[in-house]
């Protein structure tokens, strides 16, 4: 129950840094109003409330006591004149007697106090009115003679304290959530400039005119992404250097066979020679691009409908059965050469091993996901994620035949986690082999 109650709690609670660092500001504040009201309520405003009352409830008895002892009109007519400077309204009717009610009509704070204050000064019948009108506050006390009707202000029972230390409390609540959301705003600014920043960079793209501000704890943080990300662009830009030299050294050797094996007689072990050789240089090529990863190519604005229609194309051209499904236009930055070789990897993997492959493409929020679905004999769902790993090929369940250096799917892999998206494999509804790949727009 307990945990319920935590994860009920934790349900409406701000998500963003901002609103938990005002929250943290706020909370204190609210509880500190709450507690100066409660103080206020209990000890200044009932007090002054009840010298009100009790104040008023004095004048009505001296002016009942002074009724008891006029006897003529003049008498009267003065007792109404000093009732009126003391701002009571005065009404007597003769004869008439309280009906049978409860003695307050309400039950608010300035009903319970007059009440008191009546039975403490007055103690006589009474009944208090606070409702039938807005600006005047309605006694009525039963007499010997009959009822004697007094109007008093309602101002005279409430204290204007009251007003201003409410509108004191909510003027400065709001100025200081006003004070502290902009200093939180700015304070907050720098983590949010490093979070895109380490968001662009884990996407391959590059971040322009990013440097360490803000609070000394996020400053070091931002020189440490930096530093990172500098030792990461330095070792990139080494491997793609050295395996520039690699791949011309190796390819001389080979070109000088094939040109060798060229001006041989044909003959079986000749031919034997150009298979092998073939194989050495598609190895030599496949393993280049997965050490190499497309990861120095510049990022750029790109359609990937585009992209997907020529990987089809080619695809097509080779004798592949494939369709595309896509989304009209799927714009976004991208690094188009790496992302095509990615989707050229995994539709020529479907294509190898399958009669018939189906290249499906949408926008979902701010991924784009591209579905590879294929008719072929598929992956047992226990090596899908194996078959990832170098070299790795799948000798029962994938014809030996068709060749292949079990880099396809490590490199297009590779390429779409350079991008900040990923690859999994899946059962597909066409019977084979589904490849979902979901990529950051």
Not at 73 to 93: E, H
Not at 94 to 102: E, R, S, T, V, Y
Request: include cysteine.
């Amino acid at each position: 129950m307990f945990l319920a109650m935590k994860m009920g709690v934790k349900r409406y609670l701000p998500k963003s840094f901002l609103g938990r660092s005002i929250m943290i500001i706020i909370t204190p504040l609210i509880l500190l109003q709450v507690v100066s009201t409660w103080i206020f309520y209990d000890r200044h405003w009932t007090t002054i409330t009840r010298r009100l009352a009790d104040s008023v409830a004095s004048e009505i008895a001296l002016v009942i006591d002074a009724r008891s002892v006029v006897e003529n009109a003049a008498s009267s007519d003065w007792l109404s004149r000093a009732a009126g400077d003391l701002g009571l309204l005065v009404n007597f009717q003769q004869g008439k007697i309280l009906p049978n009610a409860p003695a307050v009509g309400g039950s608010g704070i300035l009903d319970t106090r007059l009440a008191n204050a009546m039975r403490e000064r007055v103690r006589r019948p009474f009944h208090i009115d606070t409702w039938s009108h807005e600006r005047l506050v309605q006694i009525k006390v039963q007499l010997p003679d009959g009822v004697i009707e007094i109007f008093v202000s309602r101002q005279r029972l409430f204290s204007s304290t009251t007003y201003i230390f409410v509108m004191w409390m909510v003027g400065t609540s709001l100025l200081l959530f006003a004070i502290a959301t902009i200093f939180m705003r700015n304070q907050v600014r720098p983590i949010r400039r490093l979070a895109n920043a380490v968001d662009s960079f884990g996407k391959g793209r590059d971040v322009p005119g990013f440097k360490p501000e803000g609070a000394t704890e996020i400053r070091r943080a931002a020189a440490a992404f930096e530093r990172m990300r500098s030792r990461i662009n330095n070792a990139m830009t080494q491997r793609t250097e050295m395996l520039a030299g690699v791949s011309h050294d190796l390819r001389t050797p080979l070109t000088r066979m094939k040109l060798q094996l060229a001006l041989l007689e044909e003959s079986p072990k000749v031919k034997e020679l150009e298979e092998d050789l073939r194989e050495m240089e598609i190895m030599v090529e496949e393993f280049l691009s997965f050490a190499r990863g497309e990861g120095t190519e510049e990022v750029s604005e790109n359609d990937l409908s585009v992209i997907l229609g020529s990987v089809v194309r080619s695809a097509g051209a080779s004798g592949g059965n494939v369709t595309l499904e896509t989304d009209r236009e799927l714009r976004f930055y991208m690094r188009p050469n790496a992302i095509r070789r990615c989707f050229t990897n995994l539709v020529v993997n479907a294509t190898t091993h399958s009669d018939k492959v189906e290249v499906h493409a949408e926008r979902r929020g701010n991924l784009v996901e591209v579905l590879v679905d294929d008719d072929g004999p598929g992956i047992p769902e226990d090596l899908r994620e194996a078959v990832f790993k170098p070299f790795y090929r799948l000798d029962a369940s994938r014809n030996p035949k068709t060749g292949g250096t079990g880099l396809g799917l490590s490199i297009a892999r590779d390429l779409a986690r350079g991008s900040g998206g990923d690859i999994v494999l899946e059962e597909s509804p066409l019977g084979g082999l589904r490849a979902r790949v979901r990529l950051p727009v």
